[in-house]
C-alpha cells in the first residue's frame, strides 16, 4: 500500500487552511485524514490541524481494529472527540470564534475501505471512472434530492458551498460511515479546491497517464492551479498493494 499526500496554497489564499495528513501503521493498514478549514484569520488552519493532530494520535494509540462494527464507532467517536476539542477551542477568544472545519476519513485495511465525512471534501474510487463515494453535506444537495435543482444547476448554483454541518461549529453532528471493498485503482481524498479547479475528466486523465504515480501527482496539483487555483488544494492518493497504473 502506498500513500501520497499533497498540499497547496493555490493562486488567490494568503493562508492554506488544508490539512492533509495519513499514518500507515504496515503493509496493510493506514489511515487518512483531510481537512479544509473554514473561519477568519487563522482560525481555519488551527482547526484543521487539531483534528488532524487528534485524530491521528487516537489512531496511533488503538489497538488491532475488529469487526466492522467497532470501526464504525472508532471512527465517528473519533470525528466526535475531534469536534469537541475544536469547539472548546473556539470559546477560548474572539479570533477563533467560529472556526471549523470539513473531515474526510480513510480506513485502508488491505482491500477493505471504511470512509467517514462531514462538509464536502469528497473520497473518490478512481479506476475506469471517477467514483464519488461521499456525498456533500451541502445545501444544494437537498436541493437536488428534493427535485428543486438539477445536478447541472447544482454545480453552478451561487450556494453552492454553504454546508450544512462542519467539524466544530455545528450543533449536532452526523458523519457519514460508508464501509466498500477496492480491489483495483486508487482511492482519492480531496478537499473542494481541486474539484472545484478540475473536471472528472480532467482529473481521471492525469491519473490515467503513464508516469511514476508521484509525477502524476504533482501535475494534479500544478493543472489544477492553471485551470483554477481560488482555493487551497489537497488531496491524497492511496493506491492498493500492486495497483499503480489504471
Same mark, same amino acid.
Given at each position: ?66 469487526? /466492522? ?27 477563533? /470564534?467560529?472556526?471549523? @472545519? @470539513? ?110 504515480? /508521484? ?32
Amino acid at each position: 500500500m502506498q500513500v501520497i499526500v499533497k498540499s497547496d496554497i493555490g493562486r488567490v489564499r494568503k493562508v492554506n487552511q488544508d490539512d492533509v495528513r495519513y499514518c500507515q501503521k504496515n503493509d496493510d493498514e493506514c489511515l487518512v485524514v483531510l481537512c479544509d478549514g473554514m473561519g477568519g484569520h487563522n482560525a481555519g488552519e488551527i482547526a484543521s490541524k487539531m483534528v488532524c493532530d487528534d485524530i491521528i494520535e487516537n489512531y496511533q494509540n488503538h489497538g488491532v481494529f475488529g469487526d /466492522e462494527q467497532e470501526i464504525r464507532e472508532w471512527m465517528l467517536s473519533a470525528i466526535l472527540h475531534a469536534h469537541q476539542r475544536v469547539e472548546m477551542k473556539s470559546h477560548e477568544t474572539q479570533e477563533y /470564534e467560529g472556526m471549523g @472545519t @470539513t473531515i474526510a476519513l480513510v480506513l485502508c485495511l488491505n482491500h477493505d475501505v471504511y470512509i467517514s465525512h462531514v462538509g464536502d471534501s469528497r473520497v473518490y474510487h478512481v479506476y475506469d471512472e471517477l467514483k464519488q463515494l461521499t456525498k456533500d453535506d451541502t445545501l444544494v444537495n437537498v436541493l437536488v434530492d428534493s427535485g428543486t435543482i438539477s445536478q447541472a444547476e447544482a454545480k453552478i448554483h451561487p450556494q453552492k458551498n454553504i454546508l450544512l454541518q462542519a467539524v466544530g461549529v455545528s450543533d449536532s453532528l452526523n458523519p457519514s460511515f460508508i464501509q466498500t471493498k477496492i480491489d483495483k485503482g486508487i482511492i482519492l481524498v480531496c478537499s473542494d479546491g481541486l474539484y472545484n479547479s478540475l473536471n472528472d475528466e480532467q482529473i481521471l486523465d492525469i491519473l490515467h497517464l503513464s508516469e511514476d504515480i /508521484e509525477s502524476r501527482a504533482c501535475q494534479l496539483i500544478d493543472i489544477a492551479n492553471t485551470y483554477g487555483g481560488q482555493d487551497n488544494i489537497s488531496f491524497a492518493l492511496i493506491i492498493t498493494k500492486g495497483v499503480v497504473d489504471l
